[in-house]
């Protein structure tokens, strides 16, 4: 909760909190944690974090430019620290107490996408010649991923070898057959620098002008894939698609992975140029699992957007640029420089806040113009008449926290 209040002042509280998830639903899987101990409150934490800057939440940046249009001066980066910093301390404490109050035995719905989550996949990883860790055991390999990724089998040369001693020296060239969950194995590749192998050809080289797309698909009972292997498939061959990975329900697999027969209800991680992939499924007779981001020793660009971040946070404080042209730029460049596609921007938007905020603009301006505004004030002027202006203050603050419940903050600025 700590994490993601610290983090939700340097970005948006809910970017903070999407960012956190992953390691909440980590922490709750390795420590058996019902995930309602933390998820409510991080919410919490997201919440009170982004009241610290001006671009924590969306209302700090609404009010921030209505702040201009009356006084020609917006708000700065950290002119709500002062009061934003106590609430956050407080609140701390009382989370750190009040999260005693929730259940503790709050059964998880069994889902579909919850056991598909867990699925383990066997994947086959190079060695590089000129690898960094030569003298490296298979057990000092596997201890970087906390047990949860397992050597299956070793391949060197014309020699297979099923689940290796912990012992074996790791030598540049070999093949390892690995399995775990797919963050798992993303993880150790990364970490470990380790070539993920295709025996067909990179999808990237074929088609470089097409967003290349890492999928999840399940073998239907009448796919023409049962029965065989990717190697007699010809995946790529007919279909255009490569396969990365394997998983199947109750059993461990230790064989090469092109060498795998195929049965129905076999999960395959497939990758596929964006305009192939539902083409390809289709002819295969597989069916794609819930849409989510799946990602397997791909390239990344970590400090990059890290970096875009803080410079335009930079120019804001500094009163540079206005923060709407700040953090637009900066969205544009990380899709520049390739750290996040297009589509999956546009999939970040939301978009039913985005109609609803632009529709509550022009009645606002209404509310005003018509004299609703006006005449509001005048009521709320006669009933706090003579009293100190902290009480005006909290007279207005009531008012807003009477209606945010039935309208979204932003909403409720705007009104």
């Given at each position: 909760?700590?994490?993601v209040?610290?983090?939700?002042?340097a970005t948006?509280n809910?970017?903070?909190?999407?960012?956190?998830l992953?390691v909440?639903?980590?922490v709750?899987r390795?420590?058996?944690?019902?995930p309602?101990?933390?998820?409510?409150?991080m919410?919490f934490?997201a919440m009170?974090?982004g009241l610290v800057?001006l671009?924590?939440?969306?209302?700090?940046?609404?009010?921030?430019?209505?702040r201009?249009e009356?006084?020609?001066?917006?708000?700065g980066m950290y002119?709500y620290?002062?009061?934003?910093?106590v609430?956050?301390?407080i609140?701390?404490?009382f989370?750190?107490?009040?999260?005693?109050?929730?259940?503790?035995?709050?059964?998880?719905k069994?889902r579909?996408d919850g056991a598909?989550?867990a699925?383990t996949?066997?994947?086959?990883v190079?060695?590089?010649?000129?690898?960094s860790?030569?003298g490296?055991?298979?057990g000092?390999l596997?201890?970087l991923s906390e047990?949860?990724?397992?050597?299956?089998g070793?391949?060197?040369?014309?020699?297979r070898?099923?689940?290796p001693?912990?012992d074996?020296?790791?030598?540049?060239?070999?093949?390892l057959?690995?399995?775990g969950?797919?963050?798992?194995?993303?993880?150790?590749?990364?970490?470990?620098?380790?070539?993920?192998?295709?025996?067909?050809?990179?999808?990237?080289?074929?088609?470089?002008?097409?967003d290349?797309?890492?999928?999840?698909?399940?073998?239907?009972?009448?796919?023409?894939?049962?029965?065989?292997?990717?190697?007699t498939?010809?995946l790529?061959?007919?279909?255009?698609?490569?396969?990365?990975?394997v998983?199947?329900?109750?059993?461990?697999m230790?064989q090469?992975?092109?060498?795998v027969?195929?049965?129905?209800g076999?999960?395959?991680?497939?990758?596929?140029?964006?305009?192939?992939?539902?083409?390809a499924?289709?002819?295969l007779?597989?069916l794609?699992l819930?849409?989510?981001?799946?990602?397997l020793?791909?390239?990344?660009?970590?400090?990059?957007?890290?970096l875009?971040?803080?410079?335009?946070?930079t120019?804001?404080?500094?009163?540079?640029?206005?923060?709407?042209?700040?953090?637009?730029?900066?969205?544009?460049?990380?899709?520049?420089?390739?750290?996040?596609?297009m589509?999956?921007?546009?999939?970040?938007?939301?978009?039913?806040?985005?109609?609803?905020?632009?529709?509550l603009?022009?009645v606002?301006?209404?509310?005003?113009q018509?004299?609703?505004?006006?005449?509001a004030?005048?009521?709320?002027?006669?009933?706090?008449?003579?009293?100190?202006?902290?009480?005006?203050?909290?007279?207005m603050?009531?008012?807003a926290?009477?209606?945010?419940?039935f309208?979204n903050?932003a909403a409720t600025?705007?009104?």
């Amino acid at each position: 909760t700590a994490a993601v209040t610290l983090l939700s002042m340097a970005t948006k509280n809910v970017g903070a909190l999407a960012i956190m998830l992953p390691v909440a639903q980590q922490v709750c899987r390795k420590t058996g944690t019902s995930p309602s101990r933390l998820l409510m409150p991080m919410s919490f934490g997201a919440m009170i974090g982004g009241l610290v800057t001006l671009v924590g939440t969306a209302p700090n940046i609404i009010v921030s430019e209505v702040r201009e249009e009356l006084l020609g001066k917006p708000f700065g980066m950290y002119d709500y620290a002062p009061v934003g910093l106590v609430l956050t301390a407080i609140s701390l404490v009382f989370l750190s107490f009040a999260y005693r109050l929730l259940p503790k035995n709050r059964q998880e719905k069994a889902r579909l996408d919850g056991a598909l989550k867990a699925s383990t996949y066997l994947t086959e990883v190079a060695v590089p010649e000129d690898w960094s860790r030569n003298g490296m055991t298979l057990g000092e390999l596997t201890a970087l991923s906390e047990g949860d990724v397992v050597v299956a089998g070793l391949l060197r040369g014309r020699r297979r070898k099923s689940a290796p001693r912990p012992d074996t020296v790791i030598q540049p060239g070999d093949v390892l057959l690995i399995e775990g969950e797919q963050q798992a194995l993303d993880a150790l590749i990364l970490r470990a620098k380790l070539q993920l192998t295709r025996h067909d050809r990179p999808v990237t080289m074929e088609e470089p002008t097409e967003d290349v797309r890492a999928v999840e698909a399940v073998i239907g009972p009448e796919s023409v894939l049962v029965g065989k292997s990717a190697t007699t498939a010809q995946l790529y061959t007919d279909h255009g698609v490569n396969l990365l990975g394997v998983s199947r329900a109750g059993y461990r697999m230790n064989q090469h992975l092109k060498s795998v027969r195929l049965k129905a209800g076999d999960i395959l991680l497939l990758q596929a140029g964006e305009q192939t992939l539902p083409a390809a499924l289709s002819d295969l007779g597989c069916l794609p699992l819930a849409e989510r981001e799946v990602r397997l020793g791909g390239p990344r660009k970590l400090f990059a957007p890290v970096l875009i971040l803080a410079a335009a946070m930079t120019l804001v404080a500094l009163g540079v640029i206005p923060v709407a042209i700040a953090f637009f730029g900066a969205a544009v460049a990380v899709v520049a420089i390739g750290g996040l596609r297009m589509r999956e921007a546009y999939a970040a938007l939301d978009g039913p806040l985005l109609v609803l905020i632009a529709c509550l603009i022009p009645v606002s301006d209404a509310i005003k113009q018509t004299g609703g505004s006006a005449l509001a004030a005048h009521g709320l002027g006669l009933l706090l008449h003579n009293a100190p202006g902290i009480v005006a203050v909290g007279g207005m603050v009531l008012a807003a926290m009477i209606v945010t419940p039935f309208l979204n903050n932003a909403a409720t600025v705007l009104i």
